[in-house]
Structure formats: C-alpha cells, structure tokens
C-alpha cells in the first residue's frame, strides 16, 4: 500500500501535482499541460493582478516576476518549461509558467530561485 502524504503550507498555497514529461523528468502539471497552465494564470490575472507592469502605479517596474522570491528558475524547471531563453519561469505561489518581465500582487523581494536547497517554501512567502 502507498504511502500519502498531505502538506498544508500557511497560507493555504496549493501543492503542486506533479507529472512525467517526456524525459521522465517529475514536472508540475502546469508546465505539461497547457490547459491547465491557462487556467491557472487566467486565475492569477483575476486574483492576484498578474500583468505587464509597465503604466501600473501599483508596483515599481523592478518589482517583476523574474526576482520574486517564488520565480522559480532552477535548472530542473527549465527543462519542464522547455526555455532556453530564461524569459520564462514558474510561479511557486500560482502555480503557472509566467513571464520573468510581467508582476502581480503576490510580489515578494528576494528571488529568483535559482537551486534546489531554495525550493522549500519560505516562511514569508
């Protein structure tokens, strides 16, 4: 019989569901399913204010995804994304691939995250 085990992270942030790509490599389902991806970032344009931040006075343009502390650009999820590019990263807190030039209202300072031993949740984020 499997063992499961249920985390429950402070600010109720989902857990990721994990998935295979064809590398084999374990992926979060968002960055393997464009579906779901959409629907997740249409969720975080709706909840959280994803967007461009150019004309936003609500945010600093350096407050952009590609240094929040939830950016997720390690090495690893490069590959699950498949961008060579480093314009594309993966929302920890939303569970989508987003832009590194966009924002949204769950900025926290302090990212990208770039290595593993950074990819536990913070108590602050």
């Known amino acids: ?3 499961v085990q249920i985390t429950v992270l402070s600010d109720m ?3 990721d569901r994990y998935d295979d790509d064809d ?4 992926c979060p389902i968002a960055t393997q399913k464009a579906d779901v991806n959409e629907d997740n970032r249409r969720q975080a344009v709706a909840t959280a204010g994803y967007r461009d931040p150019a004309g936003s006075g609500a945010f600093r343009v350096s407050n952009i995804c590609g ?3 939830a950016y997720d650009q390690t090495k690893d999820m490069l590959k699950c994304i498949g961008d060579d590019s480093r314009q594309l990263g993966y929302c920890q807190l939303l569970k ?3 832009r590194s030039c966009n924002t949204c ?3 926290v300072e302090g990212g990208p995250i770039t ?4 990819q536990s949740y913070p108590d602050n984020l």
């Not at 590398?23 to 374990?26: A, D």
């Open 13 to 15: 942030i989902p857990v």
């Open 23 to 26: 590398n084999g490599l374990k």
């Open 67 to 69: 240094n929040c502390k």
């Open 115 to 118: 290595a593993k031993v950074q």
């Open 96 to 98: 989508f691939v987003c």
């Open 105 to 107: 209202n769950k900025w």
């Open 1 to 3: 019989m499997a063992d």
